[in-house]
């Protein structure tokens, strides 16, 4: 999981939003006639998922997962506890199905003052929360928020891990490319390599190689020196 930052939907899109939000607020919507006035709106669905892709890095990737594909735009909070924000913007995310159907579901664990213990990729910085272990691909928490995403999200299941796990040599090897092509003079080729590495699934693996670099040792944790100022190149 990794921050994404929230973009401003165009204001045709906002009216639609703001007026079915109105029409159920006008009722007094149940969770079952707001998911019906969900299932009703193909139109808005389809546009909240293209502004939902083009905020998504590493192309439509799962906001939660950041490996399969987005396809489902998810509640963040469920509409089974909170009807009326079936059409709030800042309560939309991309996911993936397994994450949103078969991982999350109805689940959103609050603390003792009603707050979420959910990490919301688009508020928090994940990374305040959770630590990916490079050398496994397991994620470890820092605060009782992290623990909760880890559990409900279902952040260390085996494909997950796995996946993880082997981005982690992938990424070093295009960091030692990338320094190889910027070193010989071919800049179009390293930004080319970089724009790769960027863009690949797991976005978190190399999210959390930059998070890495200020630690003592880092060298040593990255595999080597080279990945590291390729890392540090990379960033100017
Ligand atoms: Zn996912």
């Known amino acids: 999981m990794i921050r994404i930052r929230r973009t401003n939907l165009d204001a045709d899109l906002t009216l639609k939003l703001l007026n079915r939000t109105e029409q159920l607020k006008m009722v007094d919507a149940s969770p079952s006639i707001a998911r019906q006035a969900w299932r009703g709106a193909p139109v808005e669905k389809d546009q909240l998922r293209v502004a939902l892709r083009r905020m998504s890095r590493s192309i439509e990737r799962c906001m939660y997962c950041s490996d399969s594909r987005g396809t489902d735009v998810d509640h963040f909070e469920p509409i089974k506890l909170s009807p009326f924000r079936t059409f709030d913007w800042m309560n ?84 030692r490319d990338y320094l190889r092509l910027q070193g010989s003079g071919k800049g179009r080729d390293a930004l080319k390599m970089l724009n790769a590495l960027q863009e690949q699934p797991f976005a978190d693996v190399l999210h959390a190689m930059y998070r890495t670099m200020t630690i003592p040792g880092a060298d040593i944790v990255l595999g080597g020196l080279e990945v590291l100022e390729a890392l540090r190149m990379s960033q100017r």
């Open 92 to 175: 939309h995310l991309l996911a993936c199905s397994s994450c949103n159907s078969n991982a999350k579901r109805d689940l959103y664990p609050v603390d003792s003052v009603g707050a979420p213990l959910l990490i919301d990729p688009t508020v928090d910085d994940p990374f305040d929360h959770l630590r990916l272990i490079l050398s496994t691909g397991a994620y470890r928490w820092n605060t009782s928020k992290g623990q909760a995403t880890i559990e409900v999200f279902q952040l260390n299941r085996a494909d997950l891990r796995r996946g993880r796990e082997l981005a982690f040599p992938r990424c070093q090897a295009m960091l």
